[in-house]
Every structure is written in structure tokens, then in C-alpha cells.
């Protein structure tokens, strides 16, 4: 079972990439009590039972607000950063101020990782990659491994698609730049197919009830037990 969220804080009741702490809390809970289990990227995770957390664009609240119910929890997420907008002033468009909506600094970061928490790529812009030509495309998912791990000095072996866009082109210089594993969260309706660089997530949002958390969850356990 993997989840994918982007931001943990109090701030934003309406947003819908917000999920209150103390929501997530009650989700993840849920799952350890029924069973799931921490992963373990050295063991075979892709398991029903196993419960891989992960994070997108890295949100300075990741830290804030995150690495403290990480440690309570007990569980190791991934969190993949956009490598050029770390330790920067770039806002999303949707976000207004800097001091709550900026992205994650690299003494951040490195805090982070102390924690056995796993940081990936997320590319350099967050950019459509089937929409840019090849030499781009490389260039976002090269040099964004590069940079991390030059800061970060560990191996980046996680990489997640922008808006959920890939083909098989994109997968092969994945692939070639280095990375071990590959994560999507899938457009609505789309079938994506679970292998190593497709690994499929279910998208977790501030609007989702309880009730919807639990039948993400459900509904996707079901399509990977059959």
C-alpha cells in the first residue's frame, strides 16, 4: 500500500493538497493496527502489507509539522523534492506566503534524512515531461539526482513522475540516470500497470473524508490482491 501526500499542517482547511496532522495521524494509525507494516526497501516491499508513506514537492511543513509524527508513528517516508526550488523563494501560484508555503531548505533536508527518511526526486521545475523535448527531459530527471545527492552526499534511488505523466521513454532514462524504483499516482480512471519504475500510489487529500480515506484504501488493496 503506498500513499501520496503533499503538505501536513493546521494552516488550510480548504486546500486540498493539506492534510491536518492530526488527520494523518488517524489515517496512518488505522493502517498499522490493521496490519501494515513499515517498509523496508531492502526487503520485498511491494507487499500487500506493507505501507510506504510517501510526499510530494517538499513542503518546509514536511518538517515542521511531518518529522515529529514520523518519529511517533515510527515510519520512514519518501519524500521527493522538486531539486530547484530547495532552499529557494518559489512559491506555488496557489500559496502567498513564504514564511508557511515555502519548499524545504538542504540543513532541512539533511535533518530529515537523519531520521532514516528517504528523500527522491521529484525533477528540478515540476514540469509535464511528455510535453518538453528529450534533451529537457534529461536534464530534469538527471540533473535533479545529481544535485540532490551532491547535497544530501547519499544515492537518490527514488523518482516520481510530475502530474503523474510518463511513457516508456520517460521510464528508460529514468532508468539510465540511476534511480532503483519509480512512483505515479495515476489519473482518475487511468490503469496503470505496478512494476519497479510505475509503482502505483493512491492520492490522499484534505477533502477526503475518513469514510473515502478508508475506501481508497480498501479499493486499492483489492486491485493488488487480484
Known amino acids: ?25 488517524k489515517q496512518i494509525n488505522y493502517l498499522l493496527k490493521r496490519g501494515f507494516k513499515n517498509f523496508s526497501f531492502e526487503e520485498d516491499f511491494i507487499k500487500n502489507e506493507t505501507l510506504i508513506i510517501t510526499f510530494d514537492d517538499g513542503f518546509y511543513d514536511n518538517f515542521l509539522f511531518g518529522l515529529p ?7 520512514k517516508p519518501v519524500i521527493f523534492v522538486i531539486a530547484g526550488y530547495i532552499s529557494t523563494e518559489k512559491l506555488w501560484n496557489r500559496y502567498k506566503d513564504y514564511e508557511k508555503d515555502r519548499f524545504l531548505k538542504w540543513e532541512e533536508i539533511r535533518e530529515i534524512i537523519k531520521e532514516g527518511i528517504e528523500i527522491g526526486s521529484h525533477t528540478l521545475s515540476h514540469p509535464h515531461l511528455t510535453e518538453i523535448d528529450e534533451n529537457k527531459v534529461k536534464e530534469e530527471i538527471y540533473g535533479s539526482k545529481k544535485i540532490i545527492e551532491d547535497k544530501i552526499g547519499r544515492e537518490v534511488k527514488f523518482f516520481c513522475y510530475p502530474y503523474g505523466e ?16 519509480a512512483f505515479v499516482t495515476p489519473k482518475k480512471n487511468k490503469k496503470i500497470r505496478n512494476s519497479e519504475y510505475s509503482l502505483r500510489r493512491v492520492g490522499i487529500y484534505g ?20
Open 207 to 226: 477533502h477526503n473524508s475518513f469514510f473515502i480515506f478508508k475506501l481508497k484504501i480498501w479499493k486499492e488493496y483489492i486491485k493488488t490482491k487480484f
Open 69 to 75: 509524527l514520523f518519529k511517533k508513528l515510527k515510519i
Open 166 to 181: 510518463f511513457n516508456e521513454k520517460i521510464i528508460e532514462f529514468v532508468k539510465i540516470a540511476g534511480y532503483k524504483y
Open 1 to 25: 500500500m503506498i500513499l501520496a501526500y503533499h503538505r501536513i499542517n493546521p494552516w488550510y482547511k480548504s486546500d486540498p493538497l493539506t492534510v491536518n496532522p492530526e488527520k494523518f495521524e
